[in-house]
């Protein structure tokens, strides 16, 4: 199995003596303070602006304003994306005026693709983030034309439609399905304002959701389950863990509620000897650590529910347990958000931010200190994938950016696309 990863070396974190100083990068043993400066949240940021700079070379200074691909996941908007955050963080006017200008060209290039609900994938991403920035921006114009391309998806009633009317060949996940579309939706609330998607809106939609779920669990033991393209998955992008985690940022009722909790606790029960978890219903392959499969995802989920639900002590300790799979096996071969270090690193920053532990933000810089000290030079060997699309979002550098831009600042750190 260690073909997909590193042997993971690295220094790990250990309690500090009393009388330490309050640094969780000094409150180690003598000699096992990580390497170089790295930790400062002044290098890393300044780290992250540099490599902004290099995936906005590669992506849109070399190719824009033409768009082939304007979605969020490993197009051009993810580039508008990055742009966005490095603003959130540093207050830039000048990444918030290149994001606008990216993402008008994604909405122009999104009318002749194949129309999709989501954030990551669809039309529902552009539109979100465009009406987040105009709303930075103080642009009413830009905003409510957004707004009203935002609308237009949002009123399509195929969204609502539950498994008794069969469900209209949309499927349910949070790639390409209506779980995308409601994260999108959180995402225009966040930054436009509260209920600027209703739950009027909102609402029919996680009905026909949980509709779903509860008709595809009828042969199983698991309250809710979910196929996409014939397969049972439970993992972040697909499966199980995407949908529970974007359904808990919602106001479910009791029934939904323990709906929810019971399939969290199907697959805590469901997971391996090892402490990862399927990749789908059924599979007894122990392989993959990734966002989109396996532990990393779950980890996240269940510091949601944790979060959601303080009562279920159950959630967080299997989210520590999830997270020591990460340090163990999550050094992998890849460098983006997906199935990357990057991604895994946000595992850490999740417990972090959970539990308050400075082990768990020690870990998160391990991971993102050995992107920087050594990702490059291992591509060029051959000695890890740079991805398919090398400067995106989720499978490239604008992911690894957007990592740095929250180690510089751990207590406001979210997921790309995962968290809020």
């Known amino acids: 199995m260690e073909d997909r990863y590193f042997p993971n070396t690295l220094s790990d974190y250990v309690a500090p003596l009393l009388g330490g100083n309050g640094n969780p990068h000094s409150q180690c043993e003598p000699g096992r303070t990580p390497e170089g400066s790295f930790s400062e949240p002044s290098v890393v ?82 539109y979100a983030l465009g009406a987040a920035a105009a709303k930075c921006k103080g642009d009413q114009k830009r905003l409510d034309w957004y707004l009203s391309l935002f609308n237009a998806i949002a009123e399509q009633s195929v969204l609502a439609v539950g498994p008794a009317e069969g469900g209209l060949g949309m499927p349910y996940e949070l790639m390409y399905g209506r779980a995308g579309f409601l994260w999108a939706a959180l995402f225009v609330n966040k930054y436009v304002g509260e209920e600027t998607i209703p739950w009027s809106v909102t609402g029919p939609v996680v009905d026909a959701v949980m509709a779903a779920g509860r008709a595809g669990a009828s042969h199983t033991q698991c309250p809710l389950m979910y196929q996409w393209q014939g397969t049972r998955y439970w993992g972040a992008a697909h499966g199980l863990a995407g949908i529970m985690h974007v359904l808990m940022h919602f106001p479910l009722n009791h029934e939904d509620m323990k709906d929810v909790k019971g399939t969290l606790r199907y697959m805590i029960k469901g997971r391996f000897s090892s402490g990862n978890y399927p990749s789908s219903e059924g599979s007894t392959r122990d392989r993959l650590v990734h966002w989109c499969y396996g532990a990393p995802g779950m980890a996240l989920t269940l510091c949601k529910a944790a979060q959601v639900y303080p009562e279920c002590k159950d959630f967080k300790l299997a989210a520590i347990e999830a997270g020591e799979v990460v340090w163990k096996r999550g050094l992998l071969r890849r460098l983006g958000l997906c199935h990357g270090i990057s991604g895994n690193a946000y595992v850490f920053l999740a417990l972090y931010r959970l539990c308050g532990e400075k082990k768990h933000l020690f870990r998160a810089h391990q991971f993102g200190k050995f992107l920087h000290k050594n990702a490059k030079q291992l591509i060029r060997n051959g000695e890890m994938h740079g991805g398919d699309h090398g400067y995106s979002l989720y499978e490239g550098w604008a992911g690894t950016a957007c990592l740095w831009l929250d180690l510089a600042g751990a207590d406001a750190s979210r997921f790309p696309g995962y968290e809020f």
């Open 45 to 126: 940021l300044k780290a992250a602006i540099a490599l902004r700079d290099e995936v906005l070379e590669a992506t849109w200074i070399r190719h824009g304003p033409r768009v082939s691909d304007p979605t969020m996941y490993v197009g051009m908007l993810g580039t508008a994306f990055l742009c966005f955050k490095v603003h959130q963080t540093t207050g830039s006017i000048e990444d918030l005026d290149i994001c606008c200008n990216i993402v008008d060209s994604c909405a122009v290039a999104a009318e002749s693709m194949k129309q999709y609900v989501t954030f990551l994938c669809g039309q529902s991403g552009i």
